[in-house]
DNA sequence: GAGCACTGC
């Protein structure tokens, strides 16, 4: 075994942390004979009989664009064939680059076992909390895309690789367009030696194509591996599109062969609902099982839906749009696709985050289709007419996210890495530009940008730049250490926020026992405040005690370890960033709480509300006059008393605008934390 | 009074 440093943690805890344990080898040790097999089975792959036309095109050109479906072994192959053609030789290495981390692992681990090396040298990978690469010995280099665009904060040429591949091109994230468009600004620049891959799904390839430049790429298509999909249109539109999936699953499970079902919902309440109508339906006969799969479910229970049938029965699955590309069931032969899909949507007028949901697009729909496809000839149901989807209800493709979600993480990005005029910048696709402007004002309230100049404020911006976290979270944990001595709180505060989630688990039955639990921890200040004496009693904890402390308080493991990681990880890059010792282990506990408080409201200042006078359960946006309401999950919705002021760290609009993560605050401090904000009266 | 699509640094 080499000096490679394999799994190494970034979290500056000094201990391997790639606890996630994702990565499997896919051969086992594999023997001689093992190698021989897994030689027969690459050349199987439809990839291979392109392999001589690939390496050509990434000879001869600046930016090769390959499509193929999933299957045909673009992610796995294209690398390696790149290896042995001596891309990866003069110590520059070769990135893959893919939107999800356990992709990025998985592949690394599979490409390791087919060239028959040890991950975490020639071939690694490299993502958030778990780095198995080796800066000497990786030649081929699985990263998350957000992950390579840090490392374009230290080496802003990428120049360790001769080529970068962006997998999933079509996902259309802003880190996977932001890529694509630094990317191109490198090659032009600075580095005509940089080759490019462009890998997508067929409809994308020309968008891509043009933003490249026709003279300089070219398209490869991979004919692909699946099989041919039966589609069935309704005669005319449903009414109900719940009880039509529903339906057709039954009918599918009455008079279709044996094969198992995937059908599409919009959400979770419409998923458990068909569960326990198939449920129902079946009268326990155990010949139709009907399982759900979404991403907020636990992993325990998703993973029920990658167990094969018993004999003699068939399974459906319910899932959201995470069946579309993140997660492959196995033998499915029918889908049902209901033709909607739940999306994040910026409210720019009033700075809310809304979830709609809205018809999927066509390629939404081509892939959904795809899945029926994957082991043998399939059938897709699509609930809605062959008129619909071919009018413009049905868009071509998914709004991209840089034309609905906030934009202010990468232009905070973009400024650190010396793009300064975020207007002309070179998008794949420009954003609104109000929606920009919103970006802009957003930092610049927030003191990381210079309000006349806009350029990145040396002393805040840059550092916010490098924090993984969202603006608003990192200004308030800058701050903490800079003006309002509260670190150790803070670090437990953004930490818990940026899981997104809440930490408490309510199970079936115990409902009462959890909630009457979770008073011992429940801060009169609020839900932050909250979740930090959470994180506090878990990291105090000692960690072999932690899971048993877990299921004693009702509380998530899994949340909270990562919570953990996040905290140590903050806590490194404070470090790094050249705060005092001091600084840094500065607390408020037991002494003034309202130092923590006044802390959040320095970066959560813009989601201040006020209990309306009217109704004195709702609240009011200080800003706008929004109304907003407190979400099930807080501790302020069934508090006999709710403050007159809070800030909070999420709002989202579903059946309404609910806020999370909720803290009281004293109004003056606004007027003295955001003085050009907000006005006095 | 009653609930969140999906990712990532």
Redesign the pocket.
């Known amino acids: 075994m080499s000096a490679a440093k394999r799994h190494r943690g970034q979290d500056g805890a000094g201990r391997a942390s790639d606890g996630d344990g994702f990565v499997r080898s896919y051969y086992g040790e594999a023997g001689p004979g093992g190698r021989a097999l897994m030689d027969e089975q690459r050349r199987r792959l439809p990839a291979f009989r392109h392999r001589l036309q690939l390496l050509y095109a990434v000879e001869t050109h600046a930016t090769t664009i390959v499509v193929g479906e999933p299957g045909c072994g673009k992610s796995t192959q294209l690398p390696q064939y790149l290896h042995e053609a001596g891309w990866a030789a003069a110590g520059k290495a070769i990135a893959c680059t893919q939107?999800?981390?356990?992709?990025a692992a998985m592949l690394a681990q599979r490409v390791a076992d087919e060239m028959g090396v040890e991950l975490g040298t020639a071939v690694g990978y490299s993502?958030?909390?778990s780095d198995a690469s080796d800066a000497q010995a990786t030649r081929i280099k699985y990263l998350?895309d957000?992950?390579l665009?840090?490392e374009c904060f230290a080496d802003p040429l990428l120049s360790a690789y001769s080529v970068v591949m962006v997998d999933e091109a079509q996902d259309r994230?802003i880190?996977t367009d932001m890529l694509l468009a630094l990317l191109k600004k490198i090659q032009r620049k600075r580095r005509n030696d940089l080759r490019v891959v462009v890998s997508s799904a067929t409809l994308d390839a020309e968008r891509f194509r043009a933003f490249f430049g026709e003279e300089d790429s070219a398209i490869v298509s991979i004919a692909g591996q699946l099989h041919p999909v039966d589609t069935h249109y309704l005669a005319a539109p449903c009414e109900n599109y719940l009880s039509a999936t529903v339906d057709a699953v039954a009918r599918i499970h009455e008079q279709e062969p044996p094969g198992d079902i995937l059908a599409f919902l919009?959400?979770?309440?419409d998923i458990l609902a068909a569960v326990s109508q198939i449920e129902e339906m079946a009268g326990g006969d155990g010949r139709l099982v009907a399982l759900p799969m979404?991403?907020?479910l636990p992993p325990a229970e998703q993973k029920a839906v990658f167990d094969p049938a018993a004999r003699g029965t068939r399974k459906v699955v319910f899932a959201?749009?995470?069946a579309e590309t993140?997660?492959t069931v196995d033998g499915v032969l029918y889908v049902v696709d209901c033709g909607l899909v739940?999306?994040?949507v910026l409210d720019l007028a009033t700075g809310l985050d809304h979830?709609v949901t809205q018809p999927t697009s066509k390629s939404s729909a081509r892939q959904r289709a795809g899945r029926a496809g994957r082991t043998q000839p399939g059938k897709v149901y699509r609930l809605y007419t062959r008129e619909a989807f071919d009018s413009q209800l049905f868009p071509q493709h998914s709004t991209p996210e840089v034309c609905r979600l906030p934009l202010a993480?990468m232009v905070l990005a973009c400024k650190a890495l010396g793009i300064d005029n975020l207007v002309r910048f070179d998008y794949v696709q420009p954003p609104p530009p109000a929606l920009l402007a919103h970006a802009l004002a957003e930092l610049a309230g927030l003191g990381a940008l210079d309000a006349q100049t806009g350029a990145l404020t040396p002393d805040f911006g840059l550092y916010l730049a490098e924090?993984?976290?969202?603006p608003p979270l990192g200004a308030c944990l800058l701050n903490s250490v800079r003006r309002f001595a509260c670190a150790r709180e803070a670090v437990a505060a953004v930490a818990m926020l940026?899981l997104?989630?809440?930490p408490f688990v309510?199970p079936g039955g115990k409902r009462a026992e959890a909630l009457e639990d979770r008073r011992d921890f429940a801060a009169q200040e609020g839900d932050v405040l909250t979740a930090v004496n959470v994180l506090v009693g878990y990291q105090d904890t000692p960690p072999r005690a932690r899971a048993q402390w877990c299921r004693a308080h009702y509380l998530d493991a899994r949340l909270l370890d990562q919570a953990s990681r996040i905290s140590r990880q903050l806590e490194a890059h404070l470090a790094r960033i050249g705060y005092s010792r001091d600084a840094l282990r500065s607390s408020c506990s037991g002494s003034d709480a309202s130092r923590l408080q006044r802390c959040l409201a320095s970066g959560l200042f813009a989601n201040a509300a006020r209990r309306d006078a009217a109704d004195g359960?709702r609240y009011r946006m200080v800003r706008g006059g929004s109304v907003v309401d407190?979400?099930?999950?807080s501790v302020?919705?069934?508090a006999e008393t709710r403050p007159e002021f809070v800030v909070f760290a999420?709002a989202?609009v579903?059946?309404?605008a609910?806020m999370?993560g909720i803290t009281a605050i004293d109004p003056k401090w606004l007027t003295e934390l955001a003085p050009h904000y907000f006005s006095v009266s």
């Open positions: 939107p999800r981390r356990v992709a993502v958030r909390f998350t957000g992950t665009i840090r994230s880190a919009p959400g979770k309440d979404y991403a907020g959201t749009s995470v993140s997660v739940k999306q994040r979830l993480p924090l993984p976290l969202d940026s997104g989630e809440s309510v359960t407190v979400h099930p999950s302020y919705f069934s999420t989202m579903t059946t309404r609910y999370q």
